[in-house]
T-cell receptor, first 113, second 117 residues
Framework: GNSVTQMEGPVTLSEEAFLTINCTYT??????LFWYVQYPGEGLQLLLK?????DKGSNKGFEATYRKETTSFHLEKGSVQVSDSAVYFC????????????FGQGTTLQVKP | NAGVTQTPKFQVLKTGQSMTLQCAQD?????MSWYRQDPGMGLRLIHY???????DQGEVPNGYNVSRSTTEDFPLRLLSAAPSQTSVYFC????????????????FGEGSRLTVL
């Protein structure tokens, strides 16, 4: 079945450091890939997405490229801020017509000033 | 815009009690779902619905019931609460494949924190 694996957290960085959070997936067909972010005490909200191979999703300085050859969708940001501290979830939507998303286990990012 | 509204935000139950978590959305989304979030486990799908009158099981459906009598509402029922159901529950909705506005994005409520003693 479809699955998503994220790197273990927590990740602790200093402000302005470079961020990478690894995400790999297993899926049949042509899934869509997402990154969601959860700020403390809130629900999840969409950060970025990519719907086909080689697509790059971007938002708020974050980027991720859909790599079918390595089944990966790693999240990157060139210079993190304290306000980026949150839990980040990689997710996959299969090629079926339902809206079901399968989530990774989440990676906690803490950015220190 | 209200978006996805969940109630209650916090609830404490005793083992064996029953309760219903409410979820309502005002975006005309055909797809609605319930997830539970546990430390180190990410989000796991409990039940989902692709439209009024249609529901199906997700990854962890045992101990939970759902129904979908209207497009707007998708309540989650715990029939006999157990300590293993202590968790944070999220309702989420989206347009379905056949809806013109579909972008694949899932919209989440703020969560309901449930403790079962």
């Amino acid at each position: 079945g479809n699955s998503v694996t994220q790197m273990e957290g927590p990740v602790t960085l200093s402000e302005e450091a470079f961020l990478t959070i690894n995400c790999t997936y297993t899926a049949t067909g042509y899934p869509s890939l997402f990154w969601y972010v959860q700020y403390p005490g809130e629900g999840l909200q969409l950060l970025l997405k990519a719907t086909k191979a080689d697509d790059k999703g971007s938002n708020k300085g974050f980027e991720a490229t859909y790599r079918k050859e390595t089944t990966s969708f790693h999240l990157e940001k060139g210079s993190v801020q304290v306000s980026d501290s949150a839990v980040y979830f990689c997710a996959l939507k299969g090629s079926s017509n339902t809206g079901k998303l399968i989530f990774g286990q989440g990676t906690t990012l803490q950015v220190k000033p | 815009n209200a978006g996805v509204t969940q109630t209650p935000k916090f609830q404490v139950l005793k083992t064996g009690q029953s309760m219903t978590l409410q979820c309502a959305q005002d975006m005309n989304h055909e797809y609605m779902s319930w997830y539970r979030q546990d430390p180190g486990m990410g989000l796991r799908l409990i039940h989902y619905s692709v439209g009024a009158g249609i529901t199906d099981q997700g990854e962890v459906p045992n101990g939970y019931n759902v129904s979908r009598s209207t497009t707007e509402d998708f309540p989650l029922r715990l029939l006999s609460a157990a300590p293993s159901q202590t968790s944070v529950y999220f309702c989420a909705s989206s347009y379905s494949y056949g809806q013109v506005m579909n972008t694949g994005e899932l919209f989440f409520g703020e969560g309901s924190r449930l403790t079962v003693l």
